[in-house]
C-alpha cells in the first residue's frame, strides 16, 4: 500500500574542509543535519560530495542520510540516498529510500522524496510503501 507523507525541515551544512579545486572545478564534503516536521518528524544525519564548475549554476552532488524518528507514528530509522546535478540553473534530483535500510517499525520501507524551496522554507512530500 502506498501512502504520501508531507511537511517540512530544517537543514545545516557544514563543510568538512576547503574545496579542492583544479581546472576551476570544486569538490567538496560537507556534513549535514536535518529535522523533519509533519507527517515524518524525524532527524538525520549524512555525508554529501559536491563538485562545482566554473559555469553559473552546473553542479552536482551525492549524499547518504540517516534518518531516525517517527513516519505517519510508526519508530525506527532508515536511509536515504541522493543524487543532483544542475545544468546552468535547471535541475534533477532524486533522493530514495536504500532497500532494506528500514529499521524498527519501518522495516521494509521503500521510497521517494521530492522536495521545493518556497520562499526559503524547505517542503517536502514522501511517497512510500511499508
Known sequence: ????????FTVEMKPQAD???ADGVSLGRLLLQKRFEGDLAATSQGEMLTAM???QGSAGYVAIERVTGTLHGKSGSFVFQHSGTMTRGAQQLSITV?????????AGLAGTFRLQIVEGKHLYEFDYQL
Do not use: R
Request: proline share 13%; hydrophobic share 30%; net charge negative.
Open 1 to 8: 500500500m502506498s501512502f504520501i507523507a508531507k511537511g517540512s
Open 19 to 21: 574545496p579542492d579545486t
Open 53 to 55: 564548475t566554473p559555469v
Open 98 to 106: 536504500v532497500p532494506d535500510s528500514g529499521t524498527g517499525e519501518l
